[in-house]
Structure formats: C-alpha cells, structure tokens
Nanobody, 121 residues
Framework: QVQLVESGGGLVQAGGSLRLSCAAPGSIFSVDGMGWYRQAPGKQRELVAS???????NYADSVKGRFTISRNNAKNTVYLQMSSLKPDDTAVYYC???????????????WGRGTQVTVSS
C-alpha cells in the first residue's frame, strides 16, 4: 500500500513558524481530498486541516488564522504552513488521503510515520 511521507517538523519557540510537507506517491487528484491530522500525547488524533480536490479548505477552530493547507499538484505534495505556533500545537502531525462520505471526511489508506512538532514556551 502506498505510504505517505511527512517531513518538516522540529523544535520551535512559541510564536514561530514551520512548514510541513507530505509527499503523496501517485496523483493526489485520485481522491476527494487530503488532510493533516495531529496527535498529542494522551489525546486522540484530530483533523486540523483539509483541502478538497476543488481547492476548498477547512480548518479546526484551534488553528484557524494560523495554519494554511495547500498543495502542489505537479509534485503530488501537500503542505501545512503553521504560524504563531503555541505549546498546545505540540504533536505528531500526519497527512492522509480523504474521501467525503455521509457529510464528513473519512480517511483512506494507512497512516505514515508522521513528523514531530514541538513548540516550547
């Protein structure tokens, strides 16, 4: 099964920025959308941003105005630009293919290893 590869994480001070990348072998047009999830220690994995095949984006309330999801179709790569980072943003970040079903996004395929983002106060 095709695995996605996330990169770009690291240690950053509060208020700083990072850009995450997700290499998605095969065409990212072959699915309804792409998403970035994150999982903090002891918490459930949550969807923070999605981008539909038509380009429509959605964000979790906790990251609106600070994170931007985008994609480069020619490179089959999805990005997550994160600004004004907070300690609460500390988590492992994953990208995943999405399909839209019964009014919500569902994940497709298996999870990659993710990339660790650590925000110090």
């Amino acid at each position: 099964q095709v695995q996605l590869v996330e990169s770009g994480g690291g240690l950053v001070q509060a208020g700083g920025s990072l850009r995450l990348s997700c290499a998605a072998p095969g065409s990212i047009f072959s699915v309804d959308g792409m998403g970035w999830y994150r999982q903090a220690p002891g918490k459930q994995r949550e969807l923070v941003a999605s981008i539909a095949i038509g380009g429509i984006t959605n964000y979790a309330d906790s990251v609106k105005g600070r994170f931007t999801i985008s994609r480069n179709n020619a490179k089959n790569t999805v990005y997550l630009q994160m600004s004004s980072l907070k300690p609460d943003d500390t988590a492992v970040y994953y990208c995943i293919r999405l399909t839209y079903y019964s009014g919500s996004w569902k994940t497709l395929g298996s999870w990659g290893r993710g990339t660790q983002v650590t925000v110090s106060s």
